[in-house]
């Protein structure tokens, strides 16, 4: 499927189904996928997102962060293990893991402005925003 043509082929959904560490395997399933794809149109994987071939994007717990990362962020699958990696381990370290959910809410959300800043994406902006350009809902 490329970009051009995919309006013609309906619409492309990728769910994120479960979470923990679930999410982690689906990531990869989607990573092979990915590959598959950079060798048919021979391109480097570094410049394939999922954002650019799925309409829409949705999941539960790190599935939801998942699709938000791919989605909204427009991260590639590297990127987001990796962002999931650095989530999981800020929020469930073994300091934080007898914290309240408070805590590990303040770690979640400290976490995520880390991420955004990093896109350069104001922490204050909405996700119905105009702005984002991308064919992909999440």
């Given at each position: 499927m490329s970009l051009k043509d995919s309006s013609d082929e309906g619409i492309c959904i990728l769910s994120f189904d479960s979470g923990g560490p679930g999410t982690y395997s689906q990531l990869l399933i989607l990573k092979n996928y990915m590959d598959q794809m950079a060798i048919f149109q021979d391109m480097k994987n570094e410049d394939l997102y999922p954002a650019d071939y799925f309409d829409l994007m949705?999941?539960?717990?790190?599935?939801?962060l998942a699709a938000f990362m791919l989605g909204y962020l427009r991260m590639s699958?590297?990127?987001?293990?990796?962002?999931?990696?650095?989530?999981a381990?800020?929020?469930?370290?073994?300091?934080?893991?007898k914290g309240t959910p408070e805590v590990n809410m303040r770690n979640l959300k400290s976490v995520i402005e880390t991420l955004l800043r990093a896109k350069q994406i104001a922490?204050?902006?909405?996700?119905?925003?105009?702005?984002?350009q991308s064919r992909c809902k999440v």
């Amino acid at each position: 499927m490329s970009l051009k043509d995919s309006s013609d082929e309906g619409i492309c959904i990728l769910s994120f189904d479960s979470g923990g560490p679930g999410t982690y395997s689906q990531l990869l399933i989607l990573k092979n996928y990915m590959d598959q794809m950079a060798i048919f149109q021979d391109m480097k994987n570094e410049d394939l997102y999922p954002a650019d071939y799925f309409d829409l994007m949705g999941g539960v717990g790190f599935g939801g962060l998942a699709a938000f990362m791919l989605g909204y962020l427009r991260m590639s699958v590297d990127e987001a293990i990796d962002a999931l990696f650095v989530i999981a381990f800020t929020i469930f370290d073994e300091s934080t893991q007898k914290g309240t959910p408070e805590v590990n809410m303040r770690n979640l959300k400290s976490v995520i402005e880390t991420l955004l800043r990093a896109k350069q994406i104001a922490l204050e902006t909405r996700m119905q925003d105009k702005g984002n350009q991308s064919r992909c809902k999440v």
